[in-house]
């Protein structure tokens, strides 16, 4: 039972708490067979550390019925976008930029107004403890990324669903397109006042750890690395590809996040775990 003054609601919602909660979810995204299996492993640890919002999973018409099936049994919404019949203008432009698919498919997000607020998850992260207070930051919200801190990292993001804002974010990557190719650029651009405005739109890094930390500093790595609330596979090797990132790890902290990973996608249940079997206090070792 959430208590309407302990700051979990948003103001214009604090009449009513019950329908806050069930306007609000986690929303992740996968193009492909293999990142459903990513997304299946972001819906399932979700569960497991008991969220008490929705949570959803956007997926090309691509994906096999299987892998489907698989995010059907997950999560409470498996929703179809098709980023070819959104709009004429948009569909011209991608003809000649192919690699923006992806980039255009993530930002149907921001069309899912079912949802009052969303927190978006890259199909390629593991969530380790509960992390509902996620919904407390506002739009948009999202950690540093480890290679240029002033850009956010769009891996983990608070969004809120708005037609409007999606058709200017559209309207901005036509016009401008995205400076690294990808979502991150077009978002980071867009959002251009993140860096400056409002330190609370600052997520702490370790709601979006990844592993490249390690090899810039170390230090930091090893004295924070097991507080870590989400961990992100970014990168080429992600814990699904073949080779994986089990053998090319130099951290045993990494190490520890992939086996986890793989423990996550192979469990059956996606009942909440005890205390004990938190992270952190997994007697467990591979
Ligand atoms: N994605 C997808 N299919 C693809 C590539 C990306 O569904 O072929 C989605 C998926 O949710 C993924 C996100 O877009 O997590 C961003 O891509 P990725 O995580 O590979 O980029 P990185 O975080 O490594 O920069
Ligand atoms: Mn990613």
Redesign the pocket.
Known sequence: QSDPQDGNIDAENRSNPAYSLAGQAFV?????D??CM??TVVGKSLRRHGTTRSIAVMV?PNVSEQSRLALENVFDEVITVDVMDSEDRLHLSLLGRPELG?TF??IHCWTLTQYSKCVFL????LVLCNVDELFERDELSAAPDPGWPDCF???VFVFRPSLRTHASILDHALRHGSFDG???GLLNSFFSSWPLEDISKHLSFVYNLSGSSFYSYLPAFQQFGHNAKIV?????M?PWSSGGQKGDSHSHIMERFVSLWWKEYLSHSTSSSPPGEQFGQDSEKA
Request: charged share 15%; aromatic share 6%.
């Open positions: 992740t995204l996968a193009t492909t293999s990142y990513g997304a090309t992806v498919t993530k890259d199909a390629d992260t990292n769009s891996g990808g979502d991150q992100h596979f970014l990168g080429a992600k």
